[in-house]
């Protein structure tokens, strides 16, 4: 339930405001309490004050006497009616009560006596006709000794006020909860609508418009950095769509030109009766353009294994001049038919990678180098260490590769000009290379003067960082 940010945010509010609105009442409440008290208590105290400066000018006059007689009697408004909730008394200094007013006389009622000290105590009691009081006690000098002051007034008044502002508040809050609960929600629904508007456009994006982009500058700020990794991703993603699908069209053709091949031989070689030798001919055509299939499909597969990452490289110990040695004895034979002299030099290095891929690199590097050769010219091969790691490096006397395409010929089927005269080929051998060495960490250049001949430079680490390709 909790997964709804909107519902998050309306219960966030929500609890946030509770809290807020509660603290602010009780805080009100209490205020209003207080203020009430303290008007209370001025009244109570002016009162005292009157009464007190009252038997000051009669004690002056020697009539103290008379004025308490008068206090207690003569008296009007609510303080003769009985029990209105405004009383007064005055104590002697042994605690005796010696004047009442008429309220409590009348009923009987005495306050609860307190001697207060001269500045005046105030107290919350529960007085005559259990009510809630204020009570001052203050106390005089008068000749005839310490006379103490009491005055009470009701509180009922003020709790009715305050139980009347604590009932508002109370039927106010649900309704203003409920409503500022709407509020919040439709105000989230709208302020969401952006995140709505954004998944709808991506909604429209499938592999058929994968050129498509979200629009970054109409988007909500916060969401910006969505919308730009969201482009990069789906620019990632039509990138390795179209290699894709480039590799498909190009694989098909390449494979399309030895099946013509092999159909025109059988149809020419079936068009009319032949001998025994046309057909061995024939057969022996078809066999080699079927070992090109075969080649071709060999390395569509490794390649494709190699994007998907499922080949596992096992790097092992090995000395690359060992390897470079066992490279050589697979090819010295087609070295030594074409006439061409191999020289391989340098030290030994040893380094962590996987056999059988390095040993793949290098075949087809040297391969290469004899195919793209001269007739009788040479193919030199150093080994040696260089930046903490393994150089390998293979030089040729051959056709070399013009300074525009020597970065192309690592694409897939790329090869240069295919009408140089070497027919057999895929264009996939380098590539191959490339996704090898590059998965060990390392890198391969190519330097060439067209006519003269070519380097290859491999650069390997001597331990593959890459823990990714090379598990
Ligand atoms: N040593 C070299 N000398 C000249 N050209 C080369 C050399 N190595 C590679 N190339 C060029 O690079 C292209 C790609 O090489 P590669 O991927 O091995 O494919 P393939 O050898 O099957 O044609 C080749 O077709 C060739 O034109
Ligand atoms: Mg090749």
């Known amino acids: 339930m909790f997964n709804s940010i909107k519902l998050r945010i309306v219960v966030w509010f929500l609890v946030v405001f509770s809290i807020f609105f509660a603290g602010i009442e009780l805080f009100l409440y209490y205020k209003l309490g207080e203020v009430t008290i303290h008007l209370a208590d001025e009244h109570l105290q002016s009162e005292v004050d009157t009464i007190a400066n009252l038997m000051a000018i009669e004690e002056a006059q020697g009539q103290l006497e008379s004025e308490l007689q008068e ?26 009560i010696l004047v009442r007013s008429p309220s409590l006389a009348l009923a009987d009622e005495t306050l609860p006596v307190y001697t207060g000290s001269e500045q005046g105590e105030f107290r919350t009691i529960i007085g005559p006709g259990n009510e809630h009081m204020r009570l001052i006690s203050q106390s005089f000098r008068f000749s005839v000794g310490r006379l103490t002051f009491q005055a009470a007034d009701s509180l009922e008044d003020t709790q009715e006020v305050l139980s009347s502002f604590r009932n508002v508040v109370l039927a106010i809050f649900p309704v203003v909860f409920v409503i500022c609960g709407i509020g919040v929600f439709l105000m989230t629904g709208w302020a969401l609508k952006p995140i709505r508007a954004f998944t709808r456009k991506i909604g429209q994006i499938t592999e058929k ?235 391969i250049e190519v330097k060439s003067r067209l006519g003269s001949g070519t380097t290859f430079n491999v650069y390997l680490p001597k331990n593959p960082e890459t823990g990714d390709a090379v598990a």
């Open 71 to 96: 206090l207690a009697a003569a008296v009007t408004g609510v303080y003769a009616e009985k029990l209105s909730g405004h009383y007064y008394q005055l104590i002697s200094e042994d605690g005796n």
């Open 209 to 443: 418009n994968l050129a498509e982009r979200v629009e970054e500058r109409g988007v909500a700020i916060e969401l910006k950095p969505l919308a730009a990794s969201f482009n990069t991703m789906l620019g990632r993603l039509e990138e390795s769509f179209s290699r894709q699908k480039q590799f498909l069209s190009d694989a098909s053709h390449e494979l399309r030109t030895p099946t013509s091949i092999i159909k025109s031989f059988c149809d020419v070689t079936l068009g009319r009766e032949r001998g025994p030798g046309d057909y061995k001919e024939a057969i022996r055509k078809i066999g080699d353009t079927v070992n090109r299939m075969c080649d071709i499909i060999n390395r569509i597969l490794v390649i494709s294994r190699l994007d998907n990452k499922t080949i596992q490289f096992k790097p092992v110990r090995m000395d690359l001049m060992d390897l470079m040695k066992d490279v050589l004895k697979l090819i010295e034979h087609s070295a030594a038919s074409k006439g061409i002299g191999i020289k391989l030099e340098g030290t030994n290095v040893f380094i962590s990678g996987d056999r059988e891929g390095l040993t793949e690199v290098f075949t087809n590097i040297v391969e290469n180098a004899l195919k793209y050769n001269k007739p009788q010219g040479r193919v030199e091969i150093s080994v040696n260490e260089s930046n903490g790691g393994a150089l390998i490096s293979v030089s040729d006397t051959g056709i070399g590769i013009p300074e525009g395409e020597q970065e192309k010929i690592f694409d897939r089927f790329y090869r240069v000009d295919a009408s140089r005269g070497i027919t057999v080929g895929s264009g996939l051998g380098l590539s191959i290379v490339r996704t090898i060495v590059e998965a060990h960490g390392g890198k």
